[in-house]
């Protein structure tokens, strides 16, 4: 087996929780690794799924839960998906670091199923017959709540899954030990902290590339396969989150947060952040405001 690239979830600043939503003609189908957990529903499509040195099939309907560094990829079967134009991948997953919850599961008796859950996911977990219109309304909630309130949520969401009388079936036995591609982690760490760092400032991918000494090819490429998002992708939805984040802290008006979070223009500003959140900045910031009095 070829080695198996470390993947780099693109968190929100400091948050250890993120929302992500597929459609595509296929799946990212690189076998790959993260340090975050993964809860991901099959909405469309189906194939093989690669899970550590094991090999199933997956369709339609499905949750799955990956623990740390558990190398996966779900892979389309039969003719090339992109050849028919058809939407052929279409998944929601959930990405959290267990790390950051590490006392509340360690010392409390209520979280006693969720620690064992997680404990079985480090070897890939098929989870039968849950309600997933429910825990699918759930995942979406958390893309649209506070940081303190996503933590709740998730937490409640892994407590329906261990409680849950439907079958949790393990994918692997034993996990053996695999070629690793730890090399570029450290870059990609890297890519991440300017990112971070310069969200503000006008960054072409001709500059990032040569800040790392590459080409504009050699990076988007890079930046591709360890994120599935290019460049550009990845910073309008850097910006766009942190334009959220100002919101939700009452400080800044949404034309504030426009330029607060890296926009110049407040009509891409508009298109970027429909695009993104699936609502109008006002429309969020009402939702937010909705949500308090609630």
Do not use: W
């Amino acid at each position: 087996m070829s080695a198996v690239i470390g993947f780099k979830v693109p968190m929100c600043q400091d948050s250890s929780i993120r929302v992500e939503e597929y459609v595509d003609t296929q799946f990212y189908n690189t076998i790959h690794f993260h340090e975050e957990y993964q809860i991901t529903l099959i909405l469309d499509g189906d194939g093989s799924l690669a899970v550590g040195e094991k090999v199933c099939k997956f369709k339609s309907g499905e949750f799955y839960l990956f623990g740390k560094n558990l190398p996966h990829a779900f892979r389309n079967d039969g003719t090339k998906v992109e050849e028919t134009n058809k939407i052929k991948a279409h998944y929601i997953s959930v990405f959290f670091n267990v790390d950051s919850y590490g006392f509340l599961l360690n010392e409390n008796q209520e979280t006693k199923g969720i620690k064992e859950l997680l404990s079985q996911a480090l070897y890939g977990l098929v989870l039968g017959n849950v309600d997933a219109h429910y825990l699918e309304d759930k995942m979406r909630m958390l893309a649209t709540l506070s940081e303190f309130d996503q933590v709740l949520e998730l937490l409640t969401i892994l407590d329906h899954i261990s409680t849950a009388t439907g079958h949790k079936k393990l994918i692997n036995n034993k996990i053996e030990s695999l070629d690793y591609d730890v090399n570029t982690i450290d870059e990609i760490n890297e890519v991440f902290e300017f990112i971070k760092c310069n969200y503000k400032k006008k960054i072409s991918l001709e500059t990032i590339a040569g800040h790392f000494n590459m080409t504009s090819a050699t990076f988007g490429r890079f930046f591709k396969l360890r994120t599935q998002k290019t460049f550009s992708q990845y910073l309008i939805e850097t910006r766009i989150l942190k334009a959220c984040e100002l919101i939700r802290s009452g400080s800044h008006n949404t034309t504030e947060s426009c330029y607060n979070s890296g926009f110049t223009n407040i009509s891409n500003f508009h298109r970027h952040f429909k695009k993104v959140i699936g609502m109008t900045p006002t429309q969020y910031k009402l939702s937010i405001e909705k949500n308090k009095v609630n």
